[in-house]
């Protein structure tokens, strides 16, 4: 009875910062600059007062801010985004056709981030003040100072213009009508150079975090306990340092759920991956709000559940963590 008021709690917590993000997001939408009646009306053709003015009433935009918000709020709630004020169709399917794709380049990107980051560090620790440490710490700090675009131009300029190893951009190739294992291998060919480019700098923080937890566990009473006893150094290092070591990057990944959906803005720009990230960038500069403010509110549900999902992995990875309020 005690988890269910637990996670029922954190549910409550969790709509009320989706509807904080909903408030917010809506105002900084809205004091960005530029009139999205104008923009159509000039795309038309007209700058007729009467006709902007009755682009205005067909999308709700001459009403107050707060009933805007209101209309907003609610219609967000149950999903309904209206429609886009440039694509003339609902937001909901622009969304639906955009988001798995997204979501295949970010979550690729988060898991091979963890698994090469911690990996790395893991090595890095168990052969701390070693070449192999000092290797490993250089390389990671390479790839935290690159730039993402820069990594991404490079990569496209030396894998698909020069050695053309890997397709430039896109998600499948076009006209290529793929079907089966053949359409899978073709979208993983597409997505090891845009989910690489975006893990890169999340692997260098993954390895530094994993290194230091390790060796601060490595010092501890238990483990030189462990050690005293005779316990074998594989299952130390299982059972008793990785366990305790994992959990700041388990941290870290949650924290950098919401990092890498706005990476992936740059990234699919770059690579001209048909996410919402590249969704969202074209929306901005046409001034669609709806399009705008739902890819705004799936991104930062998104993010809220990968936290929940974080609390549940903390108490998976130590038994002892309970889930709070």
Not at 301 to 308: A, E, G, K, S
């Amino acid at each position: 009875m005690e988890k269910i008021t637990l996670l029922l709690t954190r549910i409550i917590k969790a709509l009320l910062v989706v509807l904080a993000v909903l408030a917010i997001n809506f105002a900084l939408v809205r004091a960005a600059p530029g009139d999205p009646a104008t923009i159509l009306a000039g795309e038309a053709g007209a700058t007729d007062a009467s006709f902007i003015e009755q682009i205005r009433k067909d999308y709700g935009l001459d009403k107050p801010l707060l009933v805007q918000f209101g209309i907003y709020a609610r219609q967000a709630l149950v999903l309904d985004f209206g429609e886009s004020y440039r694509e003339n169709r609902p937001v909901k399917d622009l969304i639906l056709e955009r988001l798995p794709a997204t979501l295949l380049l970010t979550l690729t990107a988060l898991i091979s981030s963890i698994i090469i980051g911690v990996s790395l560090g893991i090595a890095a620790a168990r052969k701390a003040d070693t070449w192999v440490d000092s290797l490993i710490t250089a390389v990671s700090l390479i790839f935290f100072a690159m730039p993402l675009f820069w990594v991404g131009l490079l990569g496209i300029l030396v894998f698909s213009v020069h050695l053309g190893w890997l397709p430039a951009y896109g998600m499948t190739t076009i006209g290529a009508g793929f079907s089966g294992w053949a359409a899978i291998k073709d979208i993983a060919i597409h997505l090891i150079m845009p989910a690489t480019t975006l893990s890169l700098f999340y692997v260098a923080i993954y390895t530094r975090v994993m290194r230091a937890s390790a060796i601060e566990v490595m010092e501890q009473d238990f483990v030189k306990t462990a050690h005293a006893k005779g316990v074998p150094e594989g299952q130390i290092w299982r059972r008793h340092i990785f366990r305790n070591a994992i959990l700041p990057v388990i941290t870290f990944g949650s924290l950098q759920a919401g990092h890498l959906l706005g990476g992936s803005v740059l990234i699919e720009t770059v690579f001209a991956w048909p996410g919402i990230g590249r969704l969202a960038f074209d929306a901005l500069f046409q001034r669609d709000y709806n399009l705008l403010l739902a890819i705004f509110f799936v991104s930062s549900v998104i993010v809220v559940l990968i936290n929940m999902l974080a609390d549940v992995l903390y108490s998976l990875a130590d038994p002892r963590i309970e889930l709070q309020t």
